[in-house]
């Protein structure tokens, strides 16, 4: 079998900055040093070419158009390469992986993405490590047919579905978590792959690329004493399309009236609501509690299980698709890409 052709996108994030020898803060620098800083790379078992964002960016200002830029990255060299392996800055990670799982439709070759919590030049670097597993784990496959075929992160010794993760911890290795879900592997003296938490589905369709994101959307998320002016001037922000409702334990929120009289009016004039918990683990269960019941009677979406981060990329990507409004629950509440059970 010929080798794996691996293409890497440089993004940018730590993995790939260097210290600024005057100031100390920590600044992206060009690609070719980063792979000069990791010569074990050509060790590997596969081709790897690399691609870069002409200006990598620290993944805080990460925004949609960049999003599309990986996905143009991935769907023009689809066909050249077996696997892809994103680095990416920590910080927004969960939220790119998770809107690239919805951007790539019938994607059925890996699109891995990782990072790391000191830059590669730092003697106790975790990037290494991360960026040459998150190689060899893109790069396995049973007689050409790629055996990872959807969009993971992996950090730490852990390969996770994208969609289903969240950074956990500004400061430890071990900086990201699936609360819901399962890792899909581990890494130590052996790659461990969970092959049964994998997605295996098998598509007619080639691959497409869903570009359109809309970012007319909110987060909120409650406390107990939060004000009714807060809550009314979020629901009557200009043009606000979708609202993603950060509340209590299964999906609990205040029974006062003002509060559910806000929502059932916003949702009346159009407003999609989606009910999240705020827990770390876990689902919303509208009407396991009082607390709930009142918000599933005014139409508000339940979001199950899903985590922030792949609630905000569905959102936007819904949202974009123009999904006809009677509809929406439907495709909301239905997991997509696996990012709810
Ligand atoms: N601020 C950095 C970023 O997200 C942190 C990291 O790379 O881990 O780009």
């Given at each position: 079998m010929d080798k794996q052709n691996i293409l890497l996108i440089y993004t940018g994030g730590t993995i790939g900055m260097i210290k600024d020898a005057h100031t100390g803060t920590l600044k992206a620098f060009d690609f070719d040093s980063l792979l000069i800083k990791i010569?074990?790379?050509?060790?590997?078992?596969?081709?790897?070419?690399?691609?870069?964002?002409?200006?990598?960016?620290?993944?805080?200002?990460?925004?949609?158009?960049?999003?599309?830029?990986?996905a143009k990255i991935i769907e023009s060299n689809y066909n050249d390469f077996n696997g892809f392996v994103v680095l990416h800055g920590s910080d927004t990670m969960s939220y790119s992986a998770s809107v690239l799982s919805f951007m790539l439709e019938n994607l059925e070759k890996p699109v891995i993405f990782t990072g790391s919590q000191l830059p590669i030049g730092d003697l106790r670097t975790d990037a290494k490590e991360n960026l040459i597993t998150s190689i060899q784990l893109a790069s396995l496959h049973n007689n050409g047919i790629p055996i990872i075929r959807e969009v993971c992160l992996y950090f730490e010794y852990k390969l996770y579905r994208g969609n289903r993760t969240t950074k956990i911890n500004a400061e430890?290795?071990?900086?990201?978590?699936?609360?819901?879900?399962?890792?899909?592997?581990?890494?130590?003296?052996?790659?461990?792959?969970?092959?049964?938490f994998l997605r295996k589905e098998k598509f007619e369709e080639a691959l497409i690329v869903r570009t359109k994101l809309d970012t007319n959307i909110g987060v909120l998320k409650l406390f107990p004493g939060i004000s009714e002016p807060i809550v009314k001037a979020v629901l009557e922000t200009e043009n606000l399309k979708g609202l993603i409702l950060e509340s209590y334990g299964s999906g609990n929120a205040t029974t006062d009236a003002w509060f559910i009289?806000?929502?059932?009016?916003?949702?009346?004039?159009?407003?999609?609501?989606?009910n999240v918990?705020?827990?770390?683990?876990?689902?919303?269960?509208?009407?396991?509690?009082?607390?709930?019941?009142?918000?599933?009677?005014?139409?508000?979406?339940?979001?199950?299980?899903?985590?922030?981060?792949?609630?905000?990329?569905?959102?936007?990507?819904?949202?974009?698709?123009?999904?006809?409004?009677?509809?929406?629950?439907?495709?909301?509440?239905?997991?997509?890409?696996?990012?709810?059970?």
């Amino acid at each position: 079998m010929d080798k794996q052709n691996i293409l890497l996108i440089y993004t940018g994030g730590t993995i790939g900055m260097i210290k600024d020898a005057h100031t100390g803060t920590l600044k992206a620098f060009d690609f070719d040093s980063l792979l000069i800083k990791i010569p074990e790379i050509r060790l590997l078992d596969c081709s790897i070419e690399t691609v870069s964002f002409e200006e990598p960016i620290d993944s805080s200002n990460m925004n949609p158009n960049y999003w599309q830029a990986i996905a143009k990255i991935i769907e023009s060299n689809y066909n050249d390469f077996n696997g892809f392996v994103v680095l990416h800055g920590s910080d927004t990670m969960s939220y790119s992986a998770s809107v690239l799982s919805f951007m790539l439709e019938n994607l059925e070759k890996p699109v891995i993405f990782t990072g790391s919590q000191l830059p590669i030049g730092d003697l106790r670097t975790d990037a290494k490590e991360n960026l040459i597993t998150s190689i060899q784990l893109a790069s396995l496959h049973n007689n050409g047919i790629p055996i990872i075929r959807e969009v993971c992160l992996y950090f730490e010794y852990k390969l996770y579905r994208g969609n289903r993760t969240t950074k956990i911890n500004a400061e430890h290795f071990e900086a990201f978590d699936s609360p819901n879900y399962p890792t899909l592997a581990e890494s130590g003296v052996h790659l461990k792959i969970n092959h049964e938490f994998l997605r295996k589905e098998k598509f007619e369709e080639a691959l497409i690329v869903r570009t359109k994101l809309d970012t007319n959307i909110g987060v909120l998320k409650l406390f107990p004493g939060i004000s009714e002016p807060i809550v009314k001037a979020v629901l009557e922000t200009e043009n606000l399309k979708g609202l993603i409702l950060e509340s209590y334990g299964s999906g609990n929120a205040t029974t006062d009236a003002w509060f559910i009289n806000q929502l059932g009016k916003a949702i009346s004039k159009g407003l999609h609501i989606i009910n999240v918990t705020q827990c770390s683990g876990g689902s919303v269960i509208m009407g396991q509690y009082e607390t709930s019941s009142q918000l599933k009677e005014i139409g508000v979406i339940s979001g199950k299980d899903i985590t922030t981060e792949a609630a905000v990329s569905k959102l936007m990507y819904l949202i974009g698709y123009n999904i006809k409004p009677e509809e929406f629950q439907f495709y909301f509440e239905k997991p997509l890409r696996g990012e709810m059970t």
